[in-house]
Structure formats: structure tokens, C-alpha cells
């Protein structure tokens, strides 16, 4: 069903109805109706909520990982303390 989904929704530029994934499919459209329910479709993160909207789903998503320099911060940091400390006197 996802095949032919994709296949219409390139054809017709919208997306196809029960009826139309029915006939291509060769299935009953109440069947083709109950698949779709249950079956969701994918997200795109980088797609915009909507049509001329900037947003994103990934603008919004909390990242709970580590930042990529946040080790190289750590690092310069601990370097600057030392260099700080072995100026002073024992």
C-alpha cells in the first residue's frame, strides 16, 4: 500500500483517496481505509510544519546529547586553570 501511495501521490500531485489505492491495489477500499489507520505515515524532521512556514520538527525536538564541542570546551578549560595555577607560588 505504501508503494502505491507513493506512486499516486506523485501521479495526481495530492494525496490518493481509499478508493483510487483500492482500484490500483485490486482491494476492498474499507480494508485499504483500516490499513491506513493503523499504519502511519513517516515524518520528515526538516520538513516545515507547513506550506511558507519556517519551522521545523527538528527546531523543536529537545536534544539530550552532548554538544560536539562540549569536550573541547572542558579541555580548554581545564588547560587555562592549570596554566593559571602554575603561576602561582607553592
Known amino acids: 500500500i505504501s508503494k502505491a501511495y507513493s506512486q ?13 489505492l483500492a ?4 482491494m476492498d477500499s474499507q480494508d ?9 505515515r513517516h515524518v520528515s524532521v526538516d520538513a516545515p510544519f507547513a506550506q511558507g512556514d ?3 520538527l527538528l527546531d523543536v525536538l529537545q536534544n539530550d546529547g552532548h554538544l560536539p564541542d562540549h569536550g ?9 586553570v592549570e596554566r593559571s595555577l602554575s603561576v602561582l607560588a607553592p
Open 8 to 20: 499516486l501521490e506523485q501521479e495526481y500531485e495530492r494525496d490518493p483517496n481509499t478508493k483510487e
Open 23 to 26: 482500484n490500483l491495489l485490486d
Open 32 to 40: 485499504v481505509a483500516d490499513t491506513l489507520k493503523i499504519a502511519g
Open 54 to 56: 519556517d519551522n521545523r
Open 72 to 80: 573541547l570546551n572542558r579541555d580548554s578549560l581545564t588547560l587555562e
